[in-house]
């Protein structure tokens, strides 16, 4: 198969639409990409029209190239705290979000749908609990930003001036799942496998691991966890993007930790990055002070939530705690109570530039903080 067969068969399968494809059509063109997928060097491979690829089961030495670090794509959060530690999220990624009810994981992760669109990425948004106007709504609210809502009794509305502008701008940037198709899981792997290989989605969105049907693999409840969260850490390698996977905690009477999280650990274990997000209540006060011996008056008390990095395979980074504070109108993560994000709808924004407006080069380190006063983990430790 050449590199133009190969877009012909894209094209093809494109003009078609998921909706309409054959299982057989989509194992042709899955098997097809599969060969792509393998190949070490990709822009070597479209630089030419030979597949020829010769893979190894035991490297020499000479033969394993360093990683060239200038060259991983990552997805920021927009909140310093997380980006400013691991330096957002690296596509080919599988990260396993948690957090009790009522905590905000879900709020954060529509938001970080926003993040990227602002940055070029695309994604994909599966909730297995809300239907897609909800989803979108949460959406609109997120983008408009205080400024551009209007107050209806207790409720909030973005305001007709903006809502056109928001939906242009979001359309073909972030994609919301039907559940109407199902809540099978190979059902959805299918049209993960459509949107990745056709529409070139960057980040996909699972919305939660207990809404999804797992029928379909073998063994008891944890050994279907086991399975799936394996081949999301397979296909995010293979396809390229960044997967965030909802996965709730099983009932716990303290503070809540990895080894909470719903599962056996087989599924931290796979995944690459591991968050939980705590909302700072008076539950999460007393059982931290009680877990870590804070003190009353520590400095993370005084935001409304924070995202609390548990694991992080790439850097090495664990036990960090990202603060922010919520926006309860626009439903925003914010770093500092009186910071406005902007998305990419407003005329007055630019697009993504590459450049993170609060690294600077500070955390080219591989990973270590600089000992700068507003580095959101040193702050934390210095404050308890």
Known sequence: MTRDEYFQLKQKYANAGFENMTDAEMSEFVSYSNTFAKLLDTVSLFGGDALNPKPRMFYRMKHIRQADRSKIVSVKSGLNGVDGRIHGFNKGELSI????????????????????????????????????????????????????????????????????????????????????????????????????????????????????????????????????????????????????????????????????????????????NVLIVHRVNNDFKNRTMDFFKWKADAAIYNCSNVVEICKNRDLGVQDIFAESYFDQPSKLFLNHMDEYRHYGWEPEQEEWTGETPFDNGKYDDGGKAAEAEEDQGDRLEASV
Not at 131 to 139: D, I, S, T, Y
Not at 245 to 261: A, N, Q, T
């Open 97 to 272: 979000v948690s957090g009790t009810n009522g905590s905000g994981k879900s709020t954060w992760l529509s938001q970080i749908a926003l993040e990227a669109a602002t940055q070029g990425f695309s994604s994909v948004i599966f909730s297995g609990e809300l239907r897609a106007p909800r989803v979108k709504e949460w959406l609109m609210l997120q983008a408009a930003g205080r400024d551009n809502l209007v107050q209806d009794g207790w409720m909030y509305h973005v305001e007709s001036s903006a809502r056109e502008k928001i939906e242009n701008w979001m359309d073909e940037k972030i994609y919301v799942y039907n559940n109407d198709f199902g809540l099978a899981v190979k059902q959805i792997m299918k049209a993960l496998e459509f949107f990745t290989l056709i529409m070139d989605v960057d980040v996909i969105v699972l919305d939660n691991l207990m809404s999804m049907d797992l029928r379909e693999y073998p063994g008891d409840k944890y050994e279907k966890q086991t399975a799936l969260t394996m081949e999301l850490s397979n296909f995010a390698k293979k396809r390229n993007v960044h997967i965030f996977f909802v996965c709730h905690p099983r009932k716990s009477m303290g503070l809540l930790r990895k080894e909470d999280i719903s599962g056996t650990a087989d599924i931290t274990n796979a995944a690459d």
